[in-house]
C-alpha cells in the first residue's frame, strides 16, 4: 500500500482565492492503473464494512473491533496496538453515546442503510498486479500535506494478485469536512471486504486521530445535524478519514483541486446507482 498520493485539486476560483467545493455525490470514483471495471454487486457488503467501522468506533472497548475492519497487513503491522486498554477514548465514546440517545431518541446504531445515496462505490478487480500495487491504494484526501509516498509492504503485495476483487468508495465534502477516498479490498481466505490504508500508517496515529476527531464532535453536540440519518454520516464521515489518520478539516483548509481524486491512467469503473 501506498501512503497520500499527490490527487487531483479541487476547484477554485484562483483570482478571488475561494475554494469551491468541487466534490458533489454525482462524481464517480475512478480506479487506478493496473484495475479494471467488473460488476461484482457488492455494494451493500461494501457499505456494511463502512457502517460497522462506524459503529465499532462508537462502541466503549471497540477500538480492537474498528481495527479489524482493516486488512490482514494493515492488522499485522498494528499488531497487539489494538489490544490495549483505551479509557480516555472510551470516555469519549460514553458521552457521546449518552448526548445522542438525548438528542435522537435512540442508541447509536449504525447501519449500511444510512450510508445509502451518500457514498459512491465503484468495483473493479486487479487486472496487473506489478502497475496495481504501484498505485494502490489511492489518495485518501485532498488536504495539504497528505502527498507522501510509502511503498507497499511484502505483506501487502503478496495478496494483490490479478483477479482480486477491488472497491473504491467515494465520500463527497460534507458536513464541513474535505471529501475521502476510501481504498478496499475483497480479503483472500474470508471472503470479505476490508478497508486498505497505507503500510507506514501506525495503531497510535490511528488511535490518536480517533480520539481528536471523537472528542471534537463530542464536544460540540448544539453543531450535531438535526436529522439522526445525517448525523451518522457525519460521524462516519469523521471516523473512516481517522482510519486514514487524517484530520477532520474544513473545506477551506484543503487543497484546491478540481474533479475527483484519481490515479493516473486511471479506469472508469462499474458505477454505483443511488
Known amino acids: 500500500m501506498r501512503n497520500f498520493f499527490k490527487t487531483a485539486m479541487l476547484g477554485c476560483i484562483a483570482a478571488a482565492g475561494i475554494v469551491v467545493a468541487a466534490d458533489t455525490a454525482t462524481k464517480e470514483p475512478q480506479l487506478p492503473a493496473g484495475a479494471n471495471a467488473k460488476v461484482l454487486n457488492e455494494f451493500k457488503e461494501i457499505r456494511s464494512v463502512l457502517a460497522k467501522a462506524s459503529d465499532n468506533a462508537l462502541t466503549a472497548k471497540g477500538f480492537d473491533n474498528f481495527v479489524a475492519r482493516l486488512t490482514t497487513a494493515d492488522r499485522k503491522r498494528i499488531g497487539d496496538f489494538s489490544d490495549r486498554q483505551f479509557a480516555e477514548l472510551d470516555g469519549r465514546v460514553e458521552q457521546i453515546q449518552k448526548n445522542w440517545k438525548m438528542k435522537y431518541g435512540s442508541d447509536f446504531s449504525m447501519s449500511a442503510a444510512m450510508l445509502d445515496g451518500f457514498v459512491k462505490i465503484t468495483e473493479g478487480e486487479i487486472a496487473n498486479p506489478d502497475i496495481f500495487q504501484k498505485n494502490w491504494p489511492l489518495a485518501a484526501s485532498s488536504a495539504a500535506n497528505m502527498s507522501t509516498v510509502a511503498?507497499?509492504?511484502?505483506?501487502?503485495?503478496?495478496?494483490l494478485d490479478k483477479g482480486r476483487n477491488v472497491a473504491v468508495v467515494y465520500i463527497p465534502a460534507s458536513h464541513d469536512l474535505q471529501s475521502l477516498t476510501v481504498s478496499m479490498i475483497e480479503e483472500p481466505g474470508i471472503y470479505d471486504?476490508?478497508?486498505?490504508?497505507?503500510?507506514?500508517?501506525?495503531?497510535?496515529?490511528?488511535?490518536?486521530?480517533?480520539?481528536?476527531?471523537?472528542?471534537?464532535?463530542?464536544?460540540?453536540?448544539?453543531?450535531?445535524?438535526?436529522?439522526?440519518?445525517?448525523?451518522?454520516?457525519?460521524?462516519?464521515?469523521?471516523?473512516?478519514?481517522?482510519?486514514?489518520?487524517?484530520?477532520?478539516?474544513?473545506?477551506?483548509?484543503?487543497?484546491?483541486?478540481?474533479?475527483?481524486?484519481?490515479?493516473?491512467?486511471?479506469?472508469?469503473?462499474?458505477?454505483?446507482?443511488?
Do not use: C
Not at 511503498?151 to 495478496?159: C, H, L, M, Q, S
Open 193 to 274: 471486504w476490508r478497508i486498505d490504508v497505507p503500510d507506514d500508517l501506525t495503531g497510535q496515529q490511528i488511535y490518536d486521530r480517533l480520539k481528536t476527531t471523537l472528542t471534537d464532535f463530542g464536544d460540540n453536540v448544539a453543531a450535531w445535524p438535526s436529522d439522526a440519518r445525517d448525523a451518522y454520516r457525519a460521524v462516519t464521515h469523521r471516523v473512516l478519514l481517522a482510519s486514514y489518520g487524517l484530520p477532520a478539516l474544513p473545506m477551506d483548509q484543503a487543497r484546491p483541486a478540481s474533479g475527483m481524486p484519481m490515479q493516473q491512467s486511471g479506469q472508469q469503473g462499474q458505477q454505483q446507482r443511488p
Open 151 to 159: 511503498p507497499n509492504t511484502a505483506e501487502t503485495i503478496k495478496y
